[in-house]
């Protein structure tokens, strides 16, 4: 079966596979089958660093379960033996494959943490997308959470309706019923209005900082558009001109795909990587970094596009692209930053690093801004996956194990934490794992340094823009 993804980074020699490490340590024999896709599988050697309860990313399903079957390790050897026919003639729709990926939540920890750099996040998509060939399609609970990107704008519609979901629980349990969604799960609103429409201009801010690009993803534009807010407010503050990237579509933001590539549809992920790249590949041309606010979203231009086999202007984004606390903390290495910060009512932030940032060494970036508001105390919990993985929080049959994951070490820190510390999550779902758990709501670090500038900031909550922004 040929590869949807591109796995051609992992082809070299037979001694190093263009990685500089090989098979003599491993458990048993690299598939035989599969091109790239085989020798990545084949990057695991069986060292068991996965089966670790020590502190870190990595696996959290192993360390909820604490069984090897739900392990970086059994899922590497159960695709091993898929691609060596182990499995029957079509391993790749088998329950034995689809029962070992189950638990992944793609938190990318065995990318970072793994000595051999298993990236178990893009092997279960590309696992994905060979069960739903010449099988079936996928099942519609798995279509919707992939097309979400497509199907919010209509949703934002429908707030009233939504809003019965968590009131009447009758609903809630007939959308598990029908869908899957678990019934004990709250369902975030859409916005009564998407940041980018209500912000008419492309360009804001006096520019003797310099010029960047804001890369608004779909969460921060149509879910939480107060964050994408004081985003912009932050930067311009900081004398910086931004442009915001905007698709050449009407009414089709821009997407990175992520939603598309977890489930499995990489055609679609690979026709939303094109739209986005097209539209940012003239800021990149200028050298203008691209910054972005949601983890998962901004880092796939830099990890799973060099997988999408879209061509030399992968490499030229990622090179400009990066999260806010990336580009504010480079600034402060060079003596850039210049902004007004001052003292917040709050003297203490209690800070959950999503799985993405860890995965790409993203926390210290974190702390040095966060270090730069005067008074702030910024201390940092010490865990692996919040449990949500994107959609699988939300799926009825995950929403246990997704739990766990969280009270493990996050849940039990955050209602720890006194009633006068703010909790900071810069993941979408990191922060509604909190709510849901722990009843406590959570800030992006954007909207931290928004109250930490002499600019009103909007309650976490809002479900509209101010013209604040309209500068």
Not at 362 to 368: E, F, H, I, T, V
Request: hydrophobic residues 40%; neutral net charge.
């Amino acid at each position: 079966m040929d590869s949807h993804l591109d796995w051609s980074a992992y082809e070299g020699s037979d001694d190093n596979f263009g990685f500089g490490f090989g098979f003599g340590e491993s458990s048993s024999p690299p598939p035989t089958a599969g091109d790239g896709f085989a020798k990545a599988v084949g990057v695991c050697a069986g060292k068991r660093h996965c089966l670790s309860l020590d502190p870190g990313v990595m696996c959290p399903s192993f360390r909820v379960t604490q069984d090897e079957r739900h392990s970086t390790r059994h899922r590497a050897e159960t695709l091993a033996a898929a691609l060596d026919g182990r499995l029957g003639e079509r391993p790749f729709a088998g329950d034995e494959l689809a029962a070992a990926l189950d638990l992944c939540v793609g938190c990318k920890g065995c990318k970072r943490e793994c000595p051999n750099g298993v990236d178990m996040a893009l092997l279960k998509a590309e696992a994905r997308a060979r069960r739903w060939t010449g099988t079936t399609v996928p099942p519609l609970r798995e279509r919707l959470f992939a097309r979400l990107p497509r199907l919010v704008p209509a949703l934002s519609k429908w707030r009233g309706l939504l809003r019965l979901r968590d009131r009447l629980p009758g609903i809630a349990w007939l959308g598990e019923a029908v869908l899957g969604l678990s019934a004990r799960r709250t369902i975030p609103l859409p916005a009564k209005q998407s940041f980018l429409s209500a912000v008419s201009a492309d360009r804001f801010g006096e520019g003797s900082a310099g010029e960047v690009v804001l890369l608004v993803d779909t969460f921060s534009n149509h879910f939480h558009p107060e964050i994408a807010r004081a985003a912009l407010d932050v930067l311009v503050a900081g004398g910086y001109r931004v442009h915001l990237a905007r698709s050449s579509v009407p009414g089709r933001p821009l997407c990175c795909g992520r939603s598309y590539l977890s489930g499995g549809l990489v055609e679609d992920a690979r026709e939303e990587a094109r739209r986005t790249l097209e539209a940012l590949l003239p800021y990149a041309a200028r050298g203008l970094p691209v910054i972005g606010l949601e983890p998962s979203c901004l880092l796939m231009l830099r990890d799973e596009y060099h997988a999408l086999g879209l061509g030399g202007a992968v490499a030229q984004v990622a090179s400009v692209a990066m999260l806010l606390e990336e580009f504010l903390a480079r600034e402060i290495d060079g003596g850039r930053l210049n902004l007004p910060l001052k003292a917040m009512d709050a003297s203490e932030v209690l800070v959950h690093g999503h799985c993405h940032q860890k995965a790409f060494g993203l926390m210290p970036a974190m702390r040095k801004v966060l270090d730069r508001v005067p008074g702030l105390k910024a201390d940092f919990i010490e865990s692996s996956c919040c449990g949500m993985g994107g959609s699988f929080g939300y799926e009825a049959e995950h929403h246990d194990i997704s739990m766990a994951m969280a009270e493990l070490d996050l849940l039990p820190a955050v209602r720890g934490a006194p009633a006068g510390v703010v909790i900071v999550a810069n993941g979408t779902s990191c922060r509604q794992q909190i709510m849901d758990g722990a009843q406590r709501p959570a800030l992006h670090m954007a909207q931290i340094l928004h109250r930490a500038l002499s600019i009103r900031a909007e309650p976490a909550d809002a479900n509209g823009v101010e013209s604040a922004i309209e500068r």
